[in-house]
């Protein structure tokens, strides 16, 4: 095996994302259940605002500690891949830059100017580190001379940030319409919103995969 750190790093990321898929499958759904209470309590329904309560305790809670064993999990990858492939060390910065730009964000929270700027930032961060590993595959992929890696790579980062723009679209519609009766177009948006993020993380998880695969060879 030529690169051990990559595929061991490579295995680990492939790991982070399937736990971000399912955390992402829950906090789709912890949305979905917010809309639900909204639309039960304006109807008077005791039964169904609890019942849709539960459900977002339980799945956030457990969509909150799957992202937590992703992150983990994504940043140890990284590391172990990076003494391989350059690139992952810029995710490795971009990784840093996000924890730094939270923590910004958290401290100036009072502060609307501040909060906006590292809430604009932060929401680049994922995006910046898909492309990034895609870019440390296909890097990886050249040194291997495997040109169905690179085009797969080319194909995937296109989808990769077609989806990300329309998610973004989808996110803003639903804040917009979330006031009264607009409470239905938000759970339309909501759901678009969320099929595009696991489309996203399917490819995503299925490059890495082949990516995998490439490296154990």
């Known amino acids: 095996?030529?690169?051990?750190?990559?595929?061991?790093?490579?295995?680990?990321?492939?790991?982070?994302?399937?736990?971000?898929l399912i955390a992402s499958v829950c906090t789709t759904i912890v949305m979905v259940l917010t809309v639900v209470g909204v639309i039960a309590a304006s109807n008077d329904s005791a039964g169904g605002t609890v019942a849709a309560l539960g459900g977002v305790v339980v799945l956030?809670?457990?969509?909150?500690?799957?992202?937590?064993?992703?992150?983990?999990?994504?940043?140890?990858?990284?590391?172990?891949?990076?003494?391989?492939?350059?690139?992952?060390?810029?995710?490795?910065?971009?990784?840093?830059?996000g924890i730094a730009l939270s923590v910004i964000g958290g401290a100036f929270s009072g502060n609307a100017t501040v909060k906006n700027i590292t809430t604009i930032l932060s929401s680049a961060v994922n995006?910046?580190?898909?492309?990034?590993?895609?870019?440390?595959?296909?890097?990886?992929?050249a040194r291997l001379n495997n040109d169905e890696v690179i085009?797969?790579?080319?194909?995937?980062?296109?989808?990769?940030?077609?989806?990300?723009?329309?998610?973004?679209?989808a996110q803003i519609v639903a804040a917009i319409a979330q006031n009264g009766t607009g409470a239905i177009i938000a759970l339309v948006f909501i759901l678009i919103a969320g099929i595009l993020s696991i489309v996203q993380y399917i490819l995503y998880i299925i490059y890495l995969n082949k990516a995998k695969q490439m490296l154990a060879e």
Do not use: C, R, W
């Open 127 to 141: 995006p910046a580190v898909t492309v990034f590993i895609i870019q440390g595959i296909k890097n990886l992929a």
């Open 1 to 20: 095996m030529k690169f051990q750190n990559a595929y061991e790093g490579v295995k680990k990321i492939f790991t982070a994302e399937i736990l971000s």
């Open 151 to 169: 085009n797969k790579g080319d194909t995937i980062f296109k989808i990769i940030i077609a989806s990300y723009a329309l998610i973004i679209i």
């Open 60 to 97: 956030g809670l457990g969509a909150m500690v799957l992202a937590v064993i992703s992150f983990i999990f994504q940043l140890i990858g990284v590391n172990k891949a990076s003494h391989d492939e350059p690139a992952f060390k810029i995710v490795l910065y971009i990784i840093f830059a």
